[in-house]
């Protein structure tokens, strides 16, 4: 694929920024952290995710930040009745089935996306338990050479936004022992359906 890509979700205009913070004030929640300065393209971590609800609550909190956040779904999402709502919300269908190439083409959606993309992947894959993250959210930031964001939702404090944020330097471990640090105080909804922090490449 050539020439620059485009945004399909909403421009993070005054109501939409409105919209995230009364979403969050009704709700009860806190929002924690800033919106790193200068940076306009990152892979940020949707963790942890253990129900639906985590994808509103993650919309209300970029719009607070003002970020224009897209997220990756199964394709199955899309062609289901509200699918192009989904995309407008920013979503982008996937094909689970082929890892390698979904890495690559998120790459170049970071780097191409007019205006700048913070891309969300939820690193556990799904919403039930995992003994390890998916590692994609990692290679895309290494190839697309973008900072992971770690943005978190804690159902026990009733707080949201980001923990962390840094470009990783290729040391898995150590870049994976950072990212622990910045969840090892953070429930979930449903905690026992949190998934371990660790990636399947380090149990390799």
Not at 83 to 96: E, H, N, Q, S, Y
Not at 164 to 184: K, L, N, Q, S, W
């Amino acid at each position: 694929m050539t020439g620059k890509a485009t945004h399909s979700g909403p421009q993070p205009i005054k109501p939409l920024h409105r919209f995230g913070k009364l979403w969050m004030r009704a709700l009860g929640w806190k929002l924690i952290g800033e919106m790193p300065a200068g940076v306009d393209r990152a892979v940020f971590i949707a963790a942890p995710h253990t129900t639906n609800w985590d994808l509103p609550h993650m919309l209300g909190v970029s719009w607070a930040l003002r970020v224009r956040m897209a997220w990756l779904g199964k394709d199955s999402l899309f062609s289901a009745p509200g699918g192009f709502a989904l995309k407008w919300l920013g979503g982008r269908p996937v094909d689970r089935s082929a890892p390698h190439g979904l890495v690559g083409e998120a790459a170049r959606l970071l780097r191409e996306t007019e205006g700048g993309l913070w891309l969300a992947v939820p690193p556990s894959g799904t919403r039930g338990f995992r003994d390890h993250w998916r590692s994609g959210f990692y290679h895309i930031a290494r190839e697309a050479n973008v900072p992971i964001i770690c943005g978190f939702i804690d159902y026990s404090r009733k707080e949201m936004g980001i923990a962390d944020h840094f470009v990783p330097t290729g040391d898995m471990t150590a870049d994976m022992d950072r990212i622990r640090a910045a969840y090892a105080a953070i429930e979930g909804k449903f905690n026992d359906l949190k998934s371990t922090i660790r990636l399947k490449d380090e149990l390799e």
